[in-house]
């Protein structure tokens, strides 16, 4: 018996509504349906991450709250392994979804992208956490934790990273789920995963007093329901994608276009590390104040920019899913649209969270000093994510047309370029050429990524007249 004979009436609605805000919805309606709910869900993890860190703050240690800045760069490994199997898995789903459209056939293979996705994902964060569990040692020595946090930073990384595979395995599942155009799906379980995390948070950092060890284990729980719910959902109502390890395979035409488009994320995520650590070596010598000044800043303005995340985000599979039926217009209509929001967006909460940045982050520090470097660190972030707002777009589209070099670029043009301009920025300016390091660098990255784009578009353009309905019926005349 056939997978699709299994398939029930519901799952074939849910899968079909959400193909039509992919295939034909009216853009407005698509970005909406596709954004809106990303943008709630990364805007309600911001809201986490600055609570997360007021929970740490009531414990009144500042190598506590340091902790959490040096420990930022393994979440985002931890974060790098699940995107690569799940941003590049994501992208070639859509793809095949459209590209299905004009050639059903092409829908077989989603099946096995989806589970050497999950699995690969599962596999490699398995490796990464055992080895950085046997070496935590000198890893916390290499985040450039000084002797106050280090006891505070190996707790917190330690069971960070017993937790890889499955922290991996779920975001690589939240792109899978998104690649179908089930935003809502995606909010529901990242939201639902954030009150749990909060549940567990009270319970182990105020009730249990395990400190950032209890943030740690607090956010992995947390986790193991998020790959329920979305392995769930996929199972129930998804037509064609199955995880299940037997279809599992290593064919070139599934492990090449996933892993081309996912190592530019690794790259990135590689570099953002290596920059964190040089970032948090130069930071250190400053004092814990800085640096937890830092952390707390960062929380503040990722609330816009997980806005701006969210379309950038949002519009992956839309993009995707036009470029594999050969829908210029669309693709064309949906780029402009989404670039126009991310415009919105990044000046205007921009300009709010500036206006309100002393109210705020006094709600976090009490030290004059502390509050002061603070405020300094947020004006720069919220230049950076203005920047770096039109530059995830137009990694999207790259990662969504399957333009894998463009992507791979990009992400080491940022880290090649934030090592010399931080330490240069150190060496001529003190503290001050540390904190808008990270601005000149995203300006400078936009503007490379404005001239991979118009060198990509002959590309792309042959890709969409490939994937065309007129090029697919010649194919089928021919044949």
Not at 230 to 239: G, I, M, Q, V
Request: hydrophobic share 60%; charged share 10%; net charge neutral.
């Amino acid at each position: 018996m056939s997978s699709a004979t299994l398939e029930s009436p519901v799952a074939t609605d849910a899968a079909g509504t959400n193909r039509w805000y992919l295939s034909t919805a009216p853009i407005v309606r698509a970005l909406v349906h596709l954004c809106v709910p990303m943008a709630a869900a990364m805007i309600v993890t911001a809201v986490y991450n600055l609570v997360n860190a007021g929970f740490i703050g009531m414990l009144h240690d500042t190598a506590l709250l340091a902790a959490l800045t040096y420990g930022a760069p393994i979440l985002g490994l931890v974060m790098a392994v699940g995107n690569v199997f799940g941003v590049g898995g994501g992208a070639l789903v859509s793809r095949l979804l459209g590209a299905a459209e004009h050639d059903p056939a092409k829908a077989g293979g989603i099946r096995h992208v989806a589970s050497f996705s999950v699995w690969g994902s599962v596999i490699v964060g398995a490796v990464s956490g055992g080895l950085g569990l046997a070496l935590l040692d000198p890893l916390v020595s290499l985040l450039g934790a000084d002797a106050a946090a280090v006891p505070a930073t190996k707790a917190y990384v330690g069971v960070m990273l017993a937790f890889v595979p499955v922290l991996a395995a779920a975001v690589c599942l939240e792109q899978l789920v998104r690649a179908e155009g089930a935003a809502r799906q995606v909010m529901t379980g990242l939201i639902a995963s954030t009150v749990a995390n909060l549940a567990f948070d009270v319970l182990f950092i105020l009730v249990l007093h395990w400190g950032v060890a209890g943030a740690a284990l607090a956010m992995g729980l947390a986790n193991v329901g998020v790959i329920a719910y979305f392995a769930t959902w996929l199972h129930r109502n998804s037509e064609h994608m199955r995880i299940a390890p037997r279809w599992f395979t290593l064919a070139r035409t599934v492990v090449a276009p996933v892993l081309g488009v996912g190592v530019g994320t690794l790259l990135q995520s590689a570099f953002l590390i290596v920059t964190s650590l040089v970032l948090n070596n130069l930071a250190a010598a400053y004092g814990d104040g800085p640096l937890a000044a830092m952390g707390v800043a960062v929380r503040i303005a990722q609330v816009p920019e997980f806005l701006v995340m969210g379309v950038t985000l949002g519009v992956l599979p839309l993009l995707a899913y036009a470029y594999g039926k050969g829908d210029r217009q669309r693709l064309t209509a949906a780029l402009r649209g989404s670039a126009i929001t991310v415009g919105g967006i990044a000046v205007t909460f921009s300009a709010i969270v500036f206006l309100l940045r002393e109210q705020v982050f006094t709600a976090f520090v009490a030290d004059r000093s502390v509050l002061t470097t603070g405020l300094t660190i947020l004006t720069a972030q919220l230049v950076a994510m203005v920047a770096n707002g039109f530059t995830g777009l137009l990694t999207s589209l790259f990662q969504a047309t399957g333009r894998a070099v463009a992507a791979t670029v990009m992400s080491m043009t940022q880290g090649i370029l934030f090592v010399p301009v931080v330490l240069l920025g150190n060496l001529w300016f003190g503290l001050p050429g540390i904190i808008w390091a990270l601005t000149v660098t995203e300006v400078t990255v936009l503007l490379a990524g404005v001239v991979l784009w118009l060198a990509s578009r002959r590309a792309i353009d042959r890709g969409l007249a490939e994937g065309s309905p007129e090029r697919a019926e010649q194919a089928l005349e021919a044949a």
